[in-house]
T-cell receptor
Framework: AQSVTQLGSHVSVSEGALVLLRCNYS??????LFWYVQYPNQGLQLLLK??????LVKGINGFEAEFKKSETSFHLTKPSAHMSDAAEYFC??????????FGGGTRLMVKP | DTAVSQTPKYLVTQMGNDKSIKCEQN?????MYWYKQDSKKFLKIMFS???????INETVPNRFSPKSPDKAHLNLHINSLELGDSAVYFC??????????????FGPGTRLTVL
């Protein structure tokens, strides 16, 4: 089965600084990868997805992620953090039955 | 509003009870799912279901069972509740074709507390 690992359970950045959330995957086949965001007491919202097309994927709210096969990575970035970006972020990979396997999540904190 | 909805939002119950959580989607999707999010925010798939196939995560106890009265609903029944069942349960749905293929749309979650 395919899996993902998120490095860093907590990331803290200053408002306006670069956001980098790390995700590495393990897969024996070309993976379908996703980033979801969860705001407090809410469900998950899709930020972006990689489905074997362009390796640089742009998502909502100014986020993007780059698929790097050589590094088995799919890191999430945003050039300038906003206070409203504070949330929990989950990387996920699609498995059999279209079920998602999630990483452990990264809590992003944005300091004023 | 087109969405995935869940009821109830909060559920507090005693150990040993049987309870159900309802999920409905009006997105016209063919496949629905249940996920469990524990106190450390870890998310785990429990079930995947469409009108042809039910896929069960092997780690899910058989006290948990999904029931689908129609394509738009996938309810979660839990028998003999245990303390460890306390978690937030998310329902999701996805289409099997179209531009949103592979995307899962999540409900707001049901926070289950077992006392």
């Amino acid at each position: 089965a395919q899996s993902v690992t998120q490095l860093g359970s907590h990331v803290s950045v200053s408002e306006g600084a670069l956001v980098l959330l790390r995700c590495n995957y393990s897969s024996s086949v070309p993976p379908y990868l996703f980033w979801y965001v969860q705001y407090p007491n809410q469900g998950l919202q899709l930020l972006l997805k990689y489905t074997s097309a362009a390796t640089l994927v742009k998502g909502i709210n100014g986020f993007e992620a780059e698929f790097k096969k050589s590094e088995t990575s799919f890191h999430l970035t945003k050039p300038s953090a906003h206070m409203s970006d504070a949330a929990e972020y989950f990387c996920a990979v699609r498995n059999a039955g279209n079920m998602l396997t999630f990483g452990g999540g990264t809590r992003l904190m944005v300091k004023p | 509003d087109t969405a995935v909805s869940q009821t109830p939002k909060y559920l507090v119950t005693q150990m040993g009870n049987d309870k159900s959580i309802k999920c409905e989607q009006n997105l016209g999707h063919d496949t629905m799912y249940w996920y469990k999010q524990d106190s450390k925010k870890f998310l785990k798939i429990m079930f995947s279901y469409n009108n042809k196939e039910l896929i069960i995560n092997e780690t899910v106890p058989n006290r948990f069972s999904p029931k689908s009265p129609d394509k738009a609903h996938l309810n979660l029944h839990i028998n003999s509740l245990e303390l460890g069942d306390s978690a937030v349960y998310f329902c999701a749905s996805s289409p099997t074709s179209g531009s949103s293929y592979n995307e899962q749309f999540f409900g707001p979650g049901t926070r289950l507390t077992v006392l």
